[in-house]
């Protein structure tokens, strides 16, 4: 059995605990929390519960950590220190500091001789695979990624914090003619050709609603270069409607083959997902054993979904692998 | 530069030739026929042909070769043989046989210290690594594959044995509602409701159609099992709407995550090609390349799809592949 450590207990850290315990080769170790211990309620009962820092103060029986924290300043700190101790797994998805955070984690994990893989989920993770196969072997081509039909939590939680916004959520919607043109092989869109955002507002007290609609749609970076939709709902519409976490995509590339590059290939990833976090657990929790097995290999340092044989995210032998899903 | 030799120059054999030509980091080192070199004609008229004998009577200055012969009768002997002297990757497909050609290969590899990877293209190759992550990352789940809409060689042949028959052509059809029904989480479903054949047929002058379509329906194995349609149609309508080797295909996985496994999640993977050996010549040349780098860095023996780092796969630096594509 695989002892798995959860560390940080949200949306996330949830996905990964119902994971562990779908899985026969893997045991729950305990959660690990900066919140009080005994205010975190575990799937199971008989899961322990940790103050965070025992992690680094004593040892805990884990094998592999799930470290469920934010990327923006959770998982900067977190995964590097406590690489130095144990294998992790992260989802860390701020992308332009992946290099940086890579070495800061693989010089932690080499220091300590354990197996560090991040920027594991979907996208980063599933999605980069995808987008590396349809690159290498379609290398005459033209791809692009689409998200949702989804909901946004980065997007939701800044019209959070819009004055006058007491609840949001964000939805993010693939253009359909332009999925269609990419699985043709057209490329160069824009933002505002991929997507489109709905978004919907319940609103505090007297708050003015075109104020509020308008910091939504010209919110830099976030919502500037989409046209975006603002509803205002009730409260209990937003309690009702708009409690799931939803999400899923595409991965498109198109190329062409052939002496005269005149035979058109397509090679489409999707997913369509109920509940995000769920899925994001459960590829950590797939990646939780590959980092295991590394580990076990004698390899050391950190990695990217890139670098892990796919076979090792399987329970199933290596011989039973060949015979049975090859 | 990565020297590729080619080993069997069929419609596959062409389809590596046109990718290594499309790839900047690999050359053409040959091909090599059991036909008259001579007979022989290569993409580009400076790629050297030579007779396969040369393989194993002297040095090639091949790096890799890419094994384009058929898995019925080629393959079993020529992966082991050429596999004690050179890095080979192959696209072995008879699938209950893989676990048996695995231990020869893996035998031959090792006492030659090269590398070969085997059972590459698209089935087995990618739609393996669907299915694998598929089963991994949602294991409390049922899926499926689907082959087409498309060509498939084996059972075109097949009617071409016929008594009667001057040529045909089989094309595969998923069943729509049971490609549905699977993305639903459904399951157990027959041959017969998995997919449909249609085969093109043209008679020699003569031959009595009714016999042809009987014999063609109840062809144990490779259509009995399965909704067949019949169509007789001239050699010049053949030549018209025919040529073209198209293929394709899904692969299907639906899974329950959550604590009361609850929520709904589906990977799917499409395929959708215009040529089938083209496209299968494009993963080897790919898998060309992992080999080589894997017999880079020391690792000697068989290899499959699940064994290989995927970031192997592309020309570019690991550096580069984690700041563009994870």
Known sequence: MIRI?????????????????????????????RRPPESVHALREETPVYPMSLLTEQGTGADVLLLCGGSATDLPVQTPELARRYCVVDTFDTHARIPEHFA??????????TAA????????????????????ILPDGAGDTFWG??????????????EGVADARQYT????????????????????????REVYVVLKEGADPQRVAREIITMPNYFDEYDTTVHFISAEE??????AMPHGGFVIRHGKLGPAHQYSSLMEFKLELDSNPMFTGAVMAAFGRACY????????????????????????????LRSQLL
């Open 104 to 113: 800061n984690v693989d010089a932690a994990a080499k220091a300590g001789r």
């Open 149 to 162: 039909p989804g909901v946004s939590q980065g997007h939701s939680d800044a019209v959070r914090r819009i």
């Open 173 to 196: 919607i693939p253009v359909q003619r332009t999925v269609n043109a990419v699985r043709k092989g057209e490329s160069g869109f824009t933002a505002r050709e991929k997507h489109t």
């Open 117 to 136: 893989i991040i920027s594991t989920g979907w996208d980063p993770g599933l999605f980069s695979l995808m987008r590396l196969l349809g690159t290498a």
């Open 238 to 243: 937003m309690a009702a409607e708009h409690g």
């Open 5 to 33: 450590g959860i560390v940080g207990y949200g949306n996330v850290g949830r996905g990964a605990e119902a994971a562990v315990l779908q899985s026969d080769d893997m045991a729950l170790a305990g959660i690990f929390t």
């Open 293 to 320: 097995r590394l580990h076990a290999q004698g390899r050391t340092g950190c990695f990217t979904a890139f670098d892990v044989p796919l076979g090792l995210l399987s329970p199933l032998a290596a011989e039973t």
